[in-house]
């Protein structure tokens, strides 16, 4: 069955920077295109970006340009979202989700979330 | 950027009765050129990620329960509980994917009366 399962929680000071993974199985992981989301504390869904496992490719939100990249390692079924200069805006749930056909933004399958903190 | 814009924010609900829930875009979600509304619902429990329960307005993903049913057409949406269920005590989201970003309405909180 597909899974798709995320790093621990993380607490982070101002103007750091964070890295959570997302490790796929259960399908072929090169197939469907990998998306991060992230949901700030009571709040709603905000759409991060989008990486191909396949071919590296990526495409971000605009308000998060410059401080998000997202990379995978195919060896490993992982993909991994960087994110700088973290403020206290960046706190929230990040969650990994998998495109549920190829080209359309939506979500069959979703990681667990991880927590991020950001405080002094 | 597409506005989703979602109605009511909660509402309580007695087991057994009908819960809808309204979403509206701020454009439309149609592609003309398939006929389909490139809109979805997601239940999401807490400390839950999202869960996908209708694509293409209208359409149940498979496993989810014929009370769940999806509706609208254009710039307006609903979904709609048939009989609520315990279990169905959820932030209910709609989200497009008709345009880049891709966005979400605020969610709906359903509860139990």
């Known amino acids: 069955q597909v899974q798709l399962v995320q790093s621990g929680a993380e607490v982070k000071k101002p103007g750091a920077s964070v890295k959570v993974s997302c490790k796929a199985s259960?399908?072929?992981?090169?197939?469907?295109?990998m998306h991060w989301v992230r949901q700030a504390p009571g709040q709603g869904l905000e759409w991060m970006g989008i990486?191909?496992?396949?071919?590296?490719?990526?495409s971000y939100a605009q308000k998060l340009q410059g401080r998000v990249i997202l990379t995978r390692d195919p060896s490993t079924s992982t993909v991994y979202m960087d994110l700088s200069s973290l403020t206290s805006e960046d706190t929230a749930v990040y969650f990994c989700?998998?495109?549920?056909?190829?080209?359309?933004?939506?979500?069959?399958?979703w990681g667990q979330g991880t927590l991020v903190t950001v405080s002094s | 950027d597409i506005v989703m814009n979602q109605s009511p924010d909660s509402l309580a609900v007695s087991l057994g009765e009908r819960a809808t829930i309204n979403c509206k875009s701020s454009?439309?979600?149609?592609?003309?050129?398939?006929?389909?509304?490139?809109l979805v619902w997601y239940q999401q429990k807490p400390g839950q990620p999202p869960k996908l329960l209708i694509f293409?307005?209208?359409t149940r993903e498979s496993g989810v329960p014929d009370r769940f049913s999806g509706g609208g057409s254009g710039t307006d949406f609903t979904l709609t509980i048939a009989s609520l269920q315990a279990e169905d005590v959820a932030v209910y989201y709609c989200?497009?994917?008709?345009?880049?970003?891709?966005?979400f309405g605020q969610g709906t909180k359903v509860e139990i009366k």
């Open positions: 989700a998998r495109e549920a056909v190829r080209g359309l933004y939506y979500f069959d399958f």
């Open positions: 259960g399908y072929t992981f090169s197939t469907d295109h």
């Open positions: 990486i191909s496992p396949k071919s590296g490719g990526t």
């Open positions: 454009q439309s979600v149609l592609n003309s050129s398939n006929n389909k509304n490139y």
């Open positions: 293409s307005a209208s």
């Open positions: 989200q497009q994917y008709y345009v880049t970003p891709c966005t």
